[in-house]
């Protein structure tokens, strides 16, 4: 994902603002980096901004699954043996996966990290798992497998060796999070983890939304298109940058939960969604899920908006309301 830094309107004769100076505060959270973009112009602007990313810093410690004392580390240590009581905050984000589990059929799913591990991606040394080890990974994977308890405000696991991984939903989280903290103290700042994950805050200063570049899979030099966002989150998911090749075929880090192999269908999606969690959570299920899977979502859905390019065609379509963000696809 490339950030339009000049935040340039879509048509070069639109007269532009005079505002031009920019702040960009940004932090390594999450192994990826935050940055927070607004107008210097903004009362306490970097202040604002530092304050939102220890809240980042603060959800990284509550959901990695790479600190021992994490809340998810000691859901996932103890959760096969008894419920564990945990805070209303998780709770609600782990709600808000399983709803996603269920509407996504399957494709978002929070407990494929023993597949992962199969594949070796967690550690970025890929390799071909046996199909033995295939079968014995999948009998500990699938949502349906938590056992959430709104009295206790506890969660259990129903199968020895699940565990939970919220990396394809956290940053998106934190973002939603961010954005709550700053929407009332600032007119328009843009939000980003990773280069993959925004939630744009306004309007761009003036400028009549921010506009965010596509990164194209196949040309990484070149862009796939354009997004103007105003008040709304946006996420991409791709394998252009973890992957590894056995025997001249090609295997990317996301993998469907379902079959246990890496998906294949899609080569790029970018959802637009009113919550940057969801997006996130989304860009992976329609990855895994591919056209149908998307399609069908926005049949039922009418607050999301994607952008998907399939394996083997050479230009996105564009699914969902448009009326959630412009879009324009570059041609060339």
């Not at 970025?124 to 014995?136: D, F, H, Q, V």
């Amino acid at each position: 994902m490339l950030p339009r830094r000049q935040f340039l309107q879509f048509s070069p004769s639109r007269p532009q603002p005079s505002e031009k100076l920019w702040l960009h505060i940004s932090r390594h959270i999450m192994a990826c980096q935050f940055e927070i973009t607004l107008s210097n112009s903004e009362p306490a602007g970097v202040s604002l901004a530092q304050q939102a990313l220890d809240k980042a810093d603060h959800l990284e410690q509550q959901l990695t699954i790479f600190r021992d004392t994490s809340e998810v580390s000691l859901v996932n240590r103890y959760a096969a043996s008894e419920p564990v009581q945990i805070s209303s905050s998780l709770f609600r984000l782990l709600q808000l996966c399983l709803n996603l589990y269920q509407e996504t059929q399957g494709a978002f799913d929070i407990t494929s990290s023993p597949l992962s591990h199969c594949w070796g991606f967690i550690k970025r040394a890929g390799r071909i798992p046996l199909p033995e080890e295939l079968e014995e990974a999948k009998l500990r994977v699938g949502s349906d497998k938590l056992a959430l308890d709104s009295r206790s405000r506890t969660i259990a696991f129903i199968h020895s060796g699940v565990c939970l991984n919220l990396g394809s939903i956290g940053k998106g989280y934190a973002l939603d999070c961010m954005k709550e903290f700053m929407q009332a103290k600032v007119r328009a700042a843009l939000l980003n983890a990773g280069a993959s994950s925004f939630y744009a805050i306004g309007d761009g200063a003036g400028l009549g939304g921010w506009e965010i570049g596509i990164r194209h899979p196949k040309f990484l030099e070149r862009r796939m298109a354009w997004l103007r966002l105003n008040d709304v989150a946006m996420a991409t998911s791709g394998s252009e940058e973890q992957f590894f090749e056995h025997e001249g075929k090609r295997f990317g880090h996301i993998i469907d939960p379902r079959s246990g192999l890496p998906a294949e269908s899609v080569a790029s999606v970018t959802v637009v969604a009113k919550s940057a969690a969801i997006a996130d959570a989304l860009a992976t299920a329609f990855y895994v899920g591919g056209r149908t899977l998307a399609e069908t979502y926005c049949e039922l859905h009418d607050d999301i908006l994607v952008v998907l390019l399939e394996s083997e065609a050479d230009l996105p379509i564009i699914l969902g309301n448009r009326q959630l963000a412009e879009v324009e696809i570059l041609h060339a």
